[in-house]
């Protein structure tokens, strides 16, 4: 049914990234990250005692609905910069 030799070969693909690892694929702080995964935005497992951020769960977070326009700091809406 497979073929061994390239199933052998074949790079396997991540289907899960530890935390550290989030950072570093979405380009977001680790605080950020944390703060996240507590607030249950983020999904996340432990297994074995590692968190884990399944990879189905980041793509669907990234590519989840909008909350909006992005607002600064302070709360109020971003200005819209001239081309």
């Given at each position: 049914m497979f073929d061994d030799e390239k199933l052998a070969t074949a790079?396997?693909?991540?289907?899960?990234?530890?935390p550290a690892e989030v950072c570093a694929v979405t380009g977001l702080?680790?605080?950020?990250i944390?703060?996240?995964?507590?607030?249950?935005?983020?999904?996340?497992?432990?297994v074995s005692g590692c968190r884990?951020?399944?990879?189905?769960?980041?793509?669907q977070?990234?590519?989840?609905?909008?909350?909006?326009?992005?607002?600064s700091r302070a709360g109020r809406p971003r200005k819209a910069v001239a081309p």
């Open positions: 790079p396997l693909e991540r289907v899960a990234y530890r702080s680790k605080t950020k944390y703060q996240l995964l507590m607030s249950g935005e983020l999904p996340s497992r432990f884990l951020v399944s990879r189905a769960d980041l793509i977070f990234i590519d989840g609905p909008q909350q909006g326009p992005a607002r």
